[in-house]
């Protein structure tokens, strides 16, 4: 069965620290994968994509996630996190239906 | 460009009630997509419509339909309503659909009392 596993619910970390949110799927072949973040009483908003080519992808606000096919993950990284980068963030993945995690609700300490 | 509006942003209906969401996509855009987002089931994939022809569809029953128009605005419509519809609703609009990226909307708050 297709799926999204984001292991981690919540994660907090200090602002100014490193931060990676995991991401792992199953799916029957390499899907097309993407970050999303949801501010409170917002839509989503994409982060970056990955369709095909160089594994390491660059997004906005400084995010950017690696995708490796032998752990079937993608997980995404920041090297030094903003008070304003709390929020909740989604991995998806999909060819024709995109199917969602259940997200991994960030907090961040002063 | 305008991004993509949904109305209403609030909605409040009583069992048994139906009730019409509307989306307006992004000026050229002819995919929408509609999900639904709630505490215990995240965000679940409900229909899309591409060229007033839906293309896919998640596993919701029958009481949750959608339609498009040829202006690509597209409603969807909950008919009897359970308590378990309350949600936030998104819709999200591409230019093809699919893989293609996805630009969402705001959503429709929608509380069944």
């Known amino acids: 069965a297709q799926s999204v596993t984001q292991p981690d619910i919540h994660i907090t970390v200090s602002e100014g620290a490193s931060l990676e949110l995991r991401c792992n799927y199953s799916y029957g072949a390499t899907p097309y994968l993407f970050w999303y973040v949801q501010s409170p009483g917002q839509g989503l908003q994409l982060l970056l994509k990955y369709f095909s080519g160089d594994t390491l992808v660059q997004g906005i606000k400084g995010f950017e996630a690696e995708f490796k096919r032998s752990q079937s993950s993608f997980n995404l990284r920041k090297p030094s996190v903003h008070w304003s980068d709390a929020a909740e963030y989604f991995c998806a993945v999909g060819n024709d239906k995109i199917i969602f995690g259940k997200g991994t609700r960030l907090h961040i300490l002063p | 460009k305008a991004g993509v509006t949904q109305t209403p942003r609030y909605l409040i209906k009583t069992r048994g009630q139906q009730v019409t969401l509307s989306c307006s996509p992004i000026s050229g855009h002819r995919s929408v997509s509609w999900y639904q987002q709630t505490p215990g089931q995240g965000l679940q994939f409900l229909f899309e419509?591409?060229?007033?022809?839906?293309?896919n569809k998640g596993n919701f029953p029958g009481r949750f339909s959608g339609r498009q128009f040829s202006n690509s605005r597209s409603e969807m419509n909950v008919s009897t309503l359970e308590l378990g519809d309350s949600a936030l609703y998104l819709c999200?609009?591409?230019?093809?659909?699919?893989?293609?990226?996805?630009?969402f909307g705001p959503g429709t708050r929608l509380t069944v009392l």
């Open positions: 999200a609009s591409s230019t093809t659909g699919g893989p293609d990226t996805q630009y």
């Open positions: 419509y591409f060229s007033e022809t839906q293309r």
